[in-house]
T-cell receptor, first 117, second 110 residues
Framework: GAVVSQHPSRVICKSGTSVKIECRSLDFQATTMFWYRQFPKQSLMLMATSNEGSKATYEQGVEKDKFLINHASLTLSTLTVTSAHPEDSSFYIC?????????????FGEGSRLTVL | GIQVEQSPPDLILQEGANSTLRCNFSDSVNNLQWFHQNPWGQLINLFYIPSGTKQNGRLSATTVATERYSLLYISSSQTTDSGVYFCAVEPWGGADGLTFGKGTHLIIQP
């Protein structure tokens, strides 16, 4: 199957610092990628849709200034958690459709576990 | 938005047993996927099945789109099948990512 890779898999940071998470599609190009957040023992919640060459689309209630998304190329999207606080601690997972754009089967990265002290 | 309900929320079985997990959704969909989340958090694609029936080894899935539900069958369960199974859907006409159900937490005991 298609491969989506995330880095880093784990990160621990101090409160007030910023953390960048990378999501790469390794064997296909994607003009659209999706970022999800998962709290312990809960489901995945869509945070935003990353669009190559244009601004990301954020779900209601997600602060765009807190969670900066940049879709720099057809194979890379980044999520930056700015001025992180303990409540931002969570599991962040990206995904991309193998169709490259919008709908179609989605594959997910390995996820990034963020702990803010 | 579209609602996705999975049942049962928790299921404990002995090794070798069969199980059926259900996913109900509230609107027409053009994408439905089943995932297994392993203990490390990785989502493993099981089926891409907006309609019809598919089988892969001991697992099979059926989606009846007109009645807005999907079923995941696991036969001859193994301890490695333990984990959380998620159903996720994309509403018809949307290209807005998947909406996930709350999952079924499956424990297979030896």
């Amino acid at each position: 199957g298609a491969v989506v890779s995330q880095h880093p898999s784990r990160v621990i940071c101090k409160s007030g610092t910023s953390v960048k998470i990378e999501c790469r599609s390794l064997d296909f190009q994607a003009t659209t990628m999706f970022w999800y957040r998962q709290f312990p023992k809960q489901s995945l919640m869509l945070m935003a849709t990353s669009n190559e060459g244009s601004k990301a689309t954020y779900e209601q209630g997600v602060e765009k200034d807190k969670f900066l998304i940049n879709h720099a190329s057809l194979t890379l999207s980044t999520l930056t958690v700015t001025s992180a606080h303990p409540e931002d601690s969570s599991f962040y997972i990206c995904s991309a459709p193998t169709s490259g754009r919008g709908t179609g089967e989605l594959f997910f990265g390995e996820g990034s576990r963020l702990t803010v002290l | 938005g579209i609602q996705v309900e999975q049942s049962p929320p928790d299921l404990i079985l002995q090794e070798g047993a069969n199980s059926t997990l259900r996913c109900n959704f509230s609107d027409s969909v053009n994408n439905l996927q089943w995932f297994h989340q392993n203990p490390w958090g990785q989502l493993i694609n099981l089926f891409y099945i907006p309609s019809g029936t598919k089988q892969n080894g001991r697992l099979s899935a059926t989606t009846v789109a007109t009645e807005r539900y999907s079923l995941l069958y696991i036969s001859s369960s193994q301890t490695t099948d333990s984990g959380v199974y998620f159903c996720a859907v994309e509403p018809w006409g949307g290209a807005d990512g998947l909406t996930f159900g709350k999952g079924t937490h499956l424990i297979i005991q030896p």
